[in-house]
């Protein structure tokens, strides 16, 4: 199965955003084991990068944090 993640969806997951974070964190475990193909638009990227440098003011910390997710689109 093919899945286009929208990027509040990786926001929901990374920031423990409240009332949608456990939805989130389903689907993330559901591709990581299942091993579907999951996308996010090119603009998702910088778009949830300047969300997380928002939300912690660490922009290394966004950086290892995108970093964690690439090993879910390569799997």
């Known amino acids: ?11 929901d997951y990374l920031l423990s ?3 949608f974070h456990e939805q989130a964190k389903e689907l993330f ?3 990581k084991f299942k ?7 090119s603009s998702a ?3 949830i990068f ?7 003011h660490d922009s ?3 950086q290892d ?3 964690e997710l690439i090993p879910l689109s390569t799997t």
């Open 60 to 62: 290394y910390a966004a």
């Open 17 to 19: 955003r409240e009332g």
């Open 29 to 31: 475990e559901l591709v």
């Open 65 to 67: 944090q995108i970093r």
């Open 50 to 56: 300047y969300h997380l440098n928002k939300a912690s």
């Open 45 to 47: 990227v910088t778009d």
């Open 1 to 11: 199965m093919r899945l286009l993640i929208d990027t509040n969806v990786i926001l």
């Open 35 to 41: 091993r579907d193909f999951e996308f996010v638009s």
